[in-house]
C-alpha cells in the first residue's frame, strides 16, 4: 500500500502563488505516476497535473497549463504542484494521486490512479 499526504492548502487572494506538497509514504518502489486532480463544490473531480517517477515528462489540464508546475523530490518521495496567478475558479479540494503504471490515453481518469490523499482545500478569493 502506498499512503498519501497532502498540505499547503489555504486562502489566498486572486493572483497570488501557492505551493502544495504531497508526501508518498509505504510501497513507494510501485509507484511510476504522481497527479494532482481537484473537485470543486458542486462539480466532478478534474485532473490537474501528472509527472511520471522518473524522467521530467508531465501532462497538464489545458486550464493550468502556463500556470501551475508539477515536480517532485524523489529523495522525498514528494510531488509538489506549483500554482501560480491563482484565480477565484481554481478554488477546490485538491488531491494526489498515485499510480502504478502511466496510460498515455488514460492518465487524465481517476481510474489510472490506485492511490489517493484525503485531499487539501484550496480558496482563491477575488
Known amino acids: 500500500q502506498v499512503q498519501l499526504v497532502e498540505s499547503g492548502g489555504r486562502l489566498v487572494q486572486a493572483g497570488d502563488s501557492l505551493r502544495l506538497s504531497c508526501a508518498a509514504a509505504g510501497r513507494t518502489a510501485t509507484i511510476y505516476t504522481m497527479g494532482w486532480f481537484r473537485q470543486a463544490p458542486g462539480k466532478e473531480r478534474e485532473f490537474v497535473a501528472v509527472?511520471?517517477?522518473?524522467?521530467?515528462?508531465?501532462n497538464y489540464a489545458d486550464s493550468v497549463g502556463g500556470r501551475f508546475t508539477i515536480s517532485r523530490d524523489n529523495a522525498k518521495n514528494t510531488v509538489y504542484l506549483q500554482m501560480n496567478s491563482l484565480k477565484p475558479e481554481d478554488t477546490a479540494v485538491y488531491y494526489c494521486?498515485?499510480?502504478?503504471?502511466?496510460?498515455?490515453?488514460?492518465?487524465?481518469?481517476?481510474?489510472?490512479?490506485?492511490?489517493w490523499g484525503q485531499g487539501t482545500q484550496v480558496t482563491v478569493s477575488s
Open positions: 509527472t511520471r517517477w522518473s524522467g521530467s515528462s508531465a
Open positions: 494521486a498515485a499510480g502504478t503504471y502511466y496510460s498515455i490515453a488514460n492518465y487524465d481518469r481517476d481510474h489510472s490512479y490506485e492511490y
